[in-house]
């Protein structure tokens, strides 16, 4: 071998100019006896001699002070001569010679991977992360085409622009590429050798999956995932996700795509025996030792034995460094992420904000308020820090800001503008009745079945700008809008009954405005009940529900002649519910009618338990009953009382304003996700397209993309090597995001309002926020997404990082609620006040320092949470 | 005092051309509903129609030209708010940008 193409474990740790840092990493490992596959690296002198043999060297150092306007040309230039002009003979046959070797040695036809491997990979703090190329399942007709496109994407325009951005010369970099065998994995991941998210170096992370490991890195699939003890390797916590989808190993005779639907009786096993799992840990654990830093590693198993593909430094990016570079001073927009606490996706959150607005702004695919924006106006003397503490909080309790004279005047002027503009808005909104959205369900199928309509143009027609001819349109945004009242008749509220009747029960307010009548997410929790009800009637129906995962219980099902009838009443369900999912706000999420699993898992649920919904509802019903006696007996004291009844009528009346205004808020909620809904078909719709065309290779991609990006792809300027790589790169941000959670705040360093957990006679105590009343000691479940943790057992104390109606069924069976994010008037605390349940939100990390089986008191008034005793040790 | 009972006439043509807009709206936001809804959706309409046609009927004819005016400014006020909205939007949203910006 010469220095053009090297062996792999001819390179070490000290060669990457010559291997780069992929190839010296790979090499470094299999020379140490780590069990990585054989393969050879081309080194980067091949690049050059490639270059030279183009003539292109001169090229490539003008381009530094190539003007603007030329970039474009001569990138584009430059790598079309790489992709397409024949390597010198050679550095050809060496390639093939060396891979000729490769395919001896295995005594056996293999396929092989060809990843690039940057010279300038090592750069400090550039990352060069999805930039260059790497393709799989290469054969010997096209390695040398592959190990051409691998040069070829140092001049892609985003790596061009990287380079431009972080004042690297574009001459000085130079690639090597790394030729290795694919190993065909039956289950494949990536672990961590310290929490990439907490920083954490006593716990080792490993995620597996079905399949090749593509899938999980690009995000495609959501692997199950296992945290372990350094120390002795004992599992801490493990989830089994529902693995929908793997990337094949071997394709079979006519099959062309290699992502397939995982078989059923796969999809919610674990990918992992112990054995294994030990096995991936402690090789994870040897790589750290060997680089002497924590590792990110990528393994695959095949026929039983470990291979390590892959292992890099991690980069921990902590949550506080999102948003470093962002000015201004901006606080989450709590209403958004009490109801799911991942980022958007790009496609949703551009759609979401396809009209910037001057209060909100998407950081990282979460939705933030610009605190200063809302500050300067405000005639309050208040600071950034109280405002954001305040928006963050949204209490019950009215601030207590001092009036700032100054601003009084500017103050009342914008608020008669705002008055002039929306009081026909407020006037009309007034009364509306239950049904006064229904009209917009036609027009959400209308435009969603319209096929010259794109989604940004939906979007705008249906959530925010009618057309005349369909005026209900913006219906659910306006309803909202004006719902935003019951806080004011909330606050009028609390101080009438205060005044009159100082020592009624703390949560008095809370149980005069409880009752659900024509709330429609209350109501599709009775539709689910009632199909658990029908389920419950047909003894065949309701042992295919509970014996079966829920995706095997609706194939069954279908094939039951017995389960007809409970299968028309769940399409008559879907046909008025079937827009809702889990994490609803994002237009990724299929809907309950694409994957009526999810409401079947929630109807098992509702099989376990022997209580129903009613009983709630009468408890409620009777304590608003009794309230009332009460509240009319002490009101009897006071003058003029007895003759009219002045005080309690205005109690009731505001009261009832109050419910009016809380339920038309929780409405037109159901109506702009049915809206979300009617895009989503628009997306889909289009994405089928995109595929057939071969614009797009993987379902649920188009969701990486930005609206214009889509736009450009309909019309053939941008084709699938374009939006390749940005696809995999926002995947993997994407991932990355979602594990680690938004800061609450950017640009602001709001103290934090509840104490740390902190041990004391040896139970751990965690603060938050009460959100309903009442105590309760029970064991913890920890949920973390309903549609696959959905067995909770009666009496189990709720713990989950969010909750939306989706999770509703489940406080039916919760003794008491945890919530991680939230306020008072968050899903979370209004469905435990109105089941009677305590419940405590906004506690800061609940679902990692709670586990499973744990026993635990919770505490509603106080809005503290004692671990009382692990699970184990009680 | 005649300029201040002007005014007054002014803003009370303002608020009875909010309530006839509010009545109007009536007939789209309940249509979906009218067969049942008709009742209380024209009994907004003629009310306050009948409202204003007495106020203006019992004024002098120099307030019935402010409560007039009152009444119109409104009006065409709250029609233009739609087509504002829309130019607002439609300059503002993302997706019209080109690509290469």
Same mark, same amino acid.
């Given at each position: 071998?010469?220095s053009?193409?090297?062996s792999? !474990?001819e390179?070490?740790?000290?060669?990457?100019?010559?291997?780069?840092?992929k190839?010296a990493?790979?090499?470094e490992?299999?020379?140490?006896g780590?069990?990585? *596959?054989?393969?050879f690296v081309?080194?980067?002198?091949?690049y050059a001699?490639?270059l030279?043999?183009l003539?292109?060297?001169?090229?490539l150092?003008?381009l530094d002070?190539?003007?603007?306007?030329?970039?474009?040309?001569?990138?584009?230039g430059?790598?079309?001569?790489?992709e397409?002009?024949?390597?010198?003979?050679?550095?050809?046959d060496?390639?093939l010679?060396?891979?000729?070797?490769?395919i001896?040695?295995r005594?056996r036809?293999i396929?092989c991977a060809?990843r690039?491997?940057?010279?300038?990979?090592?750069?400090?703090?550039?990352?060069?992360?999805?930039?260059h190329g790497?393709?799989?399942?290469?054969?010997?007709?096209q390695?040398?085409q592959?190990v051409?496109? @691998? #040069?070829?994407?140092?001049w892609?325009?985003e790596a061009?622009s990287?380079?431009?951005?972080?004042?690297?010369?574009?001459?000085?970099?130079?690639?090597a590429v790394?030729?290795?065998e694919?190993?065909?994995?039956?289950?494949s991941?990536?672990?961590?050798t310290?929490?990439?998210?907490?920083?954490?170096r006593?716990?080792?992370?490993?995620?597996?999956? #079905?399949g090749m490991?593509?899938?999980?890195v690009?995000?495609?699939?959501?692997?199950?995932?296992?945290?372990l003890e350094r120390a002795d390797?004992?599992?801490r916590t493990?989830?089994v996700?529902?693995?929908?989808?793997?990337?094949?190993?071997?394709?079979?005779?006519?099959q062309?795509?290699?992502?397939?639907?995982?078989?059923?009786?796969?999809?919610?096993?674990?990918?992992?025996?112990?054995?294994?799992?030990?096995? +991936?840990?402690?090789?994870?654990?040897?790589?750290a030792?060997h680089?002497?830093?924590?590792q990110?590693?990528?393994?695959?198993?095949?026929?039983? @034995?470990f291979?390590?593909?892959?292992s890099?430094?991690?980069?921990v990016?902590?949550?506080?460094?999102?948003?470093?570079?962002?000015?201004?001073?901006y606080?989450?927009?709590k209403p958004?992420?009490?109801?799911?606490?991942? *980022?958007?996706?790009?496609?949703?959150?551009?759609?979401?904000?396809?009209?910037?607005?001057?209060?909100?702004?998407?950081?990282?695919?979460?939705?933030?308020?610009?605190?200063e924006?809302?500050?300067?106006?405000l005639?309050?003397k208040?600071?950034a820090?109280?405002l954001?503490?305040?928006?963050?909080?949204?209490?019950k309790?009215?601030?207590a800001?001092?009036?700032?004279?100054?601003?009084l005047?500017?103050?009342?002027?914008?608020?008669?503008?705002?008055?002039?503009?929306?009081?026909?808005?407020?006037?009309?909104?007034?009364?509306?009745?239950?049904?006064?959205?229904?009209?917009?369900?036609?027009?959400?199928e209308?435009?969603?079945?319209? *096929?010259?309509?794109g989604p940004?143009?939906?979007?705008?027609?249906?959530l925010?700008l009618?057309?005349l001819?369909?005026?209900v349109?913006n219906?659910?945004?306006?309803?909202?809008?004006?719902?935003?009242?019951?806080?004011a008749?909330?606050r009028v509220?609390?101080r009438?009954?205060r005044?009159?009747?100082?020592d009624?029960?703390?949560d008095a307010?809370a149980?005069l405005?409880?009752?659900?009548?024509?709330?429609?997410?209350?109501?599709?929790g009775?539709?689910?009940?009632?199909?658990?009800?029908?389920?419950n009637?047909?003894a065949?129906?309701?042992g295919i529900?509970?014996?079966?995962a829920?995706?095997?219980?609706?194939?069954?099902?279908?094939?039951s002649?017995?389960?007809?009838?409970f299968?028309?009443?769940?399409d008559?369900?879907?046909?008025k519910?079937?827009?809702?999912?889990i994490?609803e706000w994002?237009?990724?999420?299929p809907r309950?009618?694409?994957?009526?699993?999810?409401?079947?898992g929630m109807i098992?649920?509702?099989?376990?338990i022997e209580?129903?919904p009613?009983?709630?509802?009468?408890k409620?019903?009777?304590?608003?009953?009794?309230?009332?006696?009460?509240?009319?007996a002490?009101l009897?004291?006071?003058?003029?009382?007895?003759?009219?009844?002045?005080?309690?009528r205005?109690?009731l009346?505001?009261?009832?304003?109050?419910r009016?205004?809380?339920?038309?808020?929780?409405?037109s909620?159901?109506?702009?996700i049915?809206g979300?809904?009617? +895009?989503r078909?628009?997306?889909?719709?289009?994405?089928?397209e995109?595929?057939?065309?071969?614009?797009?290779?993987?379902?649920?991609?188009?969701?990486?993309?930005?609206?214009?990006?889509?736009?450009e792809?309909q019309?053939?300027?941008?084709? #699938?090597?374009?939006?390749? !790589?940005t696809?995999r790169?926002?995947?993997?941000?994407?991932?990355?995001?979602?594990?680690?959670?938004p *800061?609450?705040t950017? /640009?602001?360093?709001?103290?934090e309002?509840?104490?740390?957990?902190?041990?004391h006679?040896?139970?751990?105590l965690?603060?938050?926020?009460?959100a309903?009343?009442?105590?309760?000691?029970?064991?913890?479940?920890?949920?973390? !997404?309903?549609?696959?943790?959905?067995e909770?057992?009666?009496?189990?104390?709720?713990?989950?990082?969010y909750?939306?109606?989706a999770?509703?069924?489940?406080?039916l069976?919760?003794g008491?609620?945890?919530v991680e994010? /939230?306020?008072y008037?968050?899903?979370?605390?209004t469905?435990?006040?109105e089941?009677?349940?305590?419940?405590?939100?906004?506690?800061a990390?609940?679902?990692?320092?709670?586990?499973n089986g744990?026993r635990?008191?919770?505490?509603g008034?106080?809005?503290?949470?004692?671990?009382?005793?692990h699970?184990?040790?009680? | 005092m005649?300029?201040?009972?002007?005014?007054?006439?002014?803003?009370l043509g303002?608020?009875?051309?909010i309530?006839m807009?509010?009545? $109007?709206?009536?007939?789209?936001?309940l249509?979906?509903?009218?067969?049942?809804?008709?009742?209380?959706?024209l009994?907004?309409?003629?009310a306050?129609?009948?409202?204003?046609?007495?106020?203006?009927?019992l004024?002098?004819?120099?307030y019935?030209?402010?409560?007039?005016w009152g009444?119109?400014?409104? $009006?065409?006020?709250?029609?233009?708010?739609?087509?504002?909205?829309?130019?607002?939007?439609?300059?503002?949203?993302?997706?019209?940008?080109?690509?290469?910006?």
């Amino acid at each position: 071998m010469t220095s053009l193409v090297l062996s792999l !474990d001819e390179v070490g740790a000290t060669h990457a100019n010559l291997a780069g840092g992929k190839g010296a990493n790979l090499g470094e490992l299999l020379r140490n006896g780590f069990p990585v *596959p054989p393969g050879f690296v081309v080194c980067a002198d091949a690049y050059a001699r490639f270059l030279e043999a183009l003539d292109l060297g001169a090229e490539l150092r003008a381009l530094d002070s190539a003007p603007p306007e030329e970039m474009v040309e001569r990138r584009s230039g430059i790598r079309a001569r790489l992709e397409n002009e024949d390597l010198p003979r050679e550095l050809a046959d060496l390639i093939l010679a060396a891979h000729g070797r490769l395919i001896e040695n295995r005594g056996r036809p293999i396929v092989c991977a060809v990843r690039s491997s940057a010279t300038a990979e090592d750069l400090g703090a550039a990352s060069f992360a999805g930039q260059h190329g790497t393709y799989y399942y290469v054969e010997a007709a096209q390695l040398l085409q592959k190990v051409r496109q @691998c #040069w070829g994407s140092l001049w892609s325009p985003e790596a061009v622009s990287y380079r431009a951005t972080h004042g690297i010369d574009h001459a000085s970099v130079s690639m090597a590429v790394v030729v290795q065998e694919m190993i065909a994995s039956e289950v494949s991941g990536v672990s961590f050798t310290a929490n990439p998210v907490s920083g954490s170096r006593d716990e080792v992370i490993v995620e597996s999956s #079905w399949g090749m490991g593509a899938a999980i890195v690009d995000g495609r699939v959501t692997p199950d995932n296992y945290v372990l003890e350094r120390a002795d390797l004992r599992v801490r916590t493990q989830r089994v996700a529902d693995k929908r989808l793997m990337v094949a190993a071997r394709l079979e005779a006519g099959q062309n795509a290699r992502l397939e639907e995982v078989p059923n009786a796969m999809r919610r096993r674990e990918s992992l025996t112990p054995d294994l799992l030990r096995t +991936v840990a402690q090789w994870s654990l040897k790589c750290a030792a060997h680089f002497g830093k924590p590792q990110d590693v990528e393994w695959a198993i095949c026929d039983g @034995c470990f291979y390590l593909l892959q292992s890099r430094p991690i980069t921990v990016m902590g949550r506080e460094d999102i948003g470093r570079d962002i000015k201004g001073k901006y606080v989450l927009f709590k209403p958004l992420v009490e109801n799911f606490t991942d *980022p958007f996706t790009p496609l949703a959150g551009n759609l979401l904000m396809l009209i910037p607005s001057l209060l909100f702004r998407s950081i990282h695919g979460w939705i933030y308020v610009d605190v200063e924006a809302l500050r300067r106006p405000l005639p309050f003397k208040v600071s950034a820090e109280s405002l954001a503490d305040y928006l963050y909080s949204i209490s019950k309790d009215a601030p207590a800001w001092k009036v700032s004279v100054s601003k009084l005047p500017a103050l009342l002027v914008l608020g008669f503008m705002f008055f002039i503009v929306n009081v026909v808005l407020l006037l009309r909104t007034r009364n509306l009745p239950d049904r006064a959205l229904d009209s917009y369900r036609a027009l959400c199928e209308k435009i969603g079945a319209d *096929p010259l309509i794109g989604p940004a143009d939906a979007m705008v027609r249906l959530l925010l700008l009618p057309k005349l001819r369909d005026p209900v349109a913006n219906m659910p945004l306006l309803v909202n809008l004006s719902a935003v009242r019951y806080i004011a008749r909330m606050r009028v509220l609390r101080r009438v009954v205060r005044r009159w009747a100082p020592d009624v029960r703390a949560d008095a307010e809370a149980i005069l405005c409880s009752g659900s009548e024509g709330v429609l997410s209350a109501e599709m929790g009775r539709g689910i009940w009632a199909l658990a009800v029908e389920a419950n009637r047909n003894a065949r129906v309701r042992g295919i529900l509970l014996a079966q995962a829920p995706e095997r219980a609706l194939a069954e099902l279908r094939l039951s002649t017995d389960a007809r009838e409970f299968l028309r009443r769940l399409d008559g369900f879907l046909a008025k519910n079937g827009h809702r999912a889990i994490k609803e706000w994002e237009l990724r999420s299929p809907r309950w009618e694409e994957n009526p699993a999810v409401v079947l898992g929630m109807i098992r649920n509702y099989l376990l338990i022997e209580a129903a919904p009613a009983i709630h509802e009468q408890k409620a019903a009777e304590a608003r009953a009794v309230l009332i006696d009460d509240l009319r007996a002490r009101l009897q004291a006071l003058p003029l009382e007895r003759a009219f009844g002045l005080r309690q009528r205005l109690i009731l009346f505001a009261a009832e304003r109050v419910r009016y205004f809380q339920k038309m808020r929780e409405n037109s909620r159901f109506y702009y996700i049915m809206g979300l809904g009617a +895009v989503r078909k628009i997306v889909l719709r289009i994405e089928g397209e995109l595929m057939r065309q071969g614009k797009l290779k993987c379902k649920d991609d188009i969701f990486f993309l930005q609206v214009n990006e889509l736009t450009e792809l309909q019309a053939g300027r941008l084709g #699938w090597l374009d939006v390749e !790589d940005t696809i995999r790169e926002r995947r993997i941000e994407h991932i990355r995001l979602c594990k680690m959670g938004p *800061p609450k705040t950017i /640009g602001i360093d709001m103290r934090e309002k509840y104490a740390p957990a902190t041990q004391h006679e040896g139970t751990t105590l965690l603060q938050g926020q009460p959100a309903s009343p009442g105590a309760y000691e029970g064991r913890a479940r920890v949920i973390l !997404d309903p549609s696959i943790d959905v067995e909770l057992s009666p009496g189990e104390v709720l713990v989950a990082p969010y909750t939306d109606p989706a999770w509703t069924p489940l406080f039916l069976t919760a003794g008491a609620a945890v919530v991680e994010v /939230g306020s008072y008037l968050s899903h979370a605390g209004t469905v435990a006040r109105e089941f009677g349940m305590p419940c405590v939100v906004d506690v800061a990390e609940a679902t990692q320092k709670i586990r499973n089986g744990d026993r635990v008191a919770v505490d509603g008034d106080l809005g503290s949470v004692r671990i009382l005793a692990h699970r184990g040790d009680a | 005092m005649t300029l201040l009972l002007q005014i007054a006439a002014f803003a009370l043509g303002t608020y009875l051309s909010i309530r006839m807009i509010v009545a $109007l709206h009536g007939i789209a936001d309940l249509w979906f509903m009218i067969d049942k809804a008709w009742p209380r959706v024209l009994t907004g309409v003629f009310a306050w129609g009948a409202v204003i046609g007495v106020v203006a009927w019992l004024m002098d004819e120099a307030y019935r030209t402010a409560l007039a005016w009152g009444l119109l400014t409104y $009006l065409v006020f709250y029609l233009s708010l739609l087509p504002l909205a829309r130019l607002y939007f439609a300059s503002r949203r993302t997706d019209r940008q080109s690509f290469e910006d």
